[in-house]
Structure formats: C-alpha cells, structure tokens
C-alpha cells in the first residue's frame, strides 16, 4: 500500500508556472507507474499525463503536451509536475494517483492523493 500527498498548488498568473509535488509513504513507490489527473468544478476527473515506474516513459494529454512535464524521484519517494504557459482552463484540483499499469482511465488506478488546488488567473 502507498500513501500520497500533493503540494505546490496556488495561484498563478496566466503565462504562469507551478511545480506540483507527490510524496509517497512506504517503500513500494518505485514499482508504480504514476499519473497526474485533475478536476474542474463541474467536470469530471481527467488525465493530464503519467511515468511508468522507472521514469522511461511517459504519456500526455493533448491539452498539456508541450507544457507540462511529469518526472520522479524514486530515491526520494517523489513524482512531480511541472506545469509551465498555464491557462486559465488549466484550473482545478490536480491529484496523483498509482496504479499497476500505465494506462489512462483513473479507474486503473489503486491509490490517490487528497489534491491540490491549481488556480489560474487572467
């Protein structure tokens, strides 16, 4: 079992960056491939970008290609996000989430963060 949490969210300008963290409890962290997802009010969670377990490869979501960037740490039980050229429609909560298989439905995932808020302002 892993315990996630986000941190880094906050307030930016459009044009803005942010780099969202994942802190993962245990020591099971580097057999997971890792995914971003985030959540705009009144809209339903959707993947923004996921790291197989060895940091490898990775898979982006149209909206964010070429502005976001997910890596990891293992040594140090980390994911990452590093968001740059933020949009306003890039506001909402982010979550981290692991999963077995490097796939994209959230439903393939086994664990989760408890999110961070991302607002961005025009």
């Known amino acids: 079992q892993v315990q996630l949490v986000e941190s880094g969210g906050g307030l930016v300008n459009v044009e803005g960056s942010l780099r969202l963290s994942c802190t993962a409890s245990?020591?099971?962290?580097?057999?997971?491939?890792m995914g971003w997802f985030r959540q705009a009010p009144g809209k339903e969670r959707e993947f923004v970008a996921n790291i197989n377990w060895i940091g490898s490869s990775t898979d982006y979501a149209d909206s964010v290609k070429g502005r976001f960037t997910i890596s990891r740490d293992n040594a140090k039980n980390t994911l990452f996000l590093q968001m740059n050229s933020l949009k306003s429609e890039d506001t909402a909560v982010y979550y981290c989430?692991?999963?077995?298989?490097?796939?994209?439905?959230?439903?393939?995932?086994?664990?989760w963060g408890q999110g961070t808020q991302v607002t961005v302002s025009s």
């Open positions: 245990g020591r099971a962290f580097s057999r997971y491939n």
């Open positions: 989430a692991a999963g077995h298989r490097m796939e994209r439905p959230a439903d393939e995932y086994d664990y």
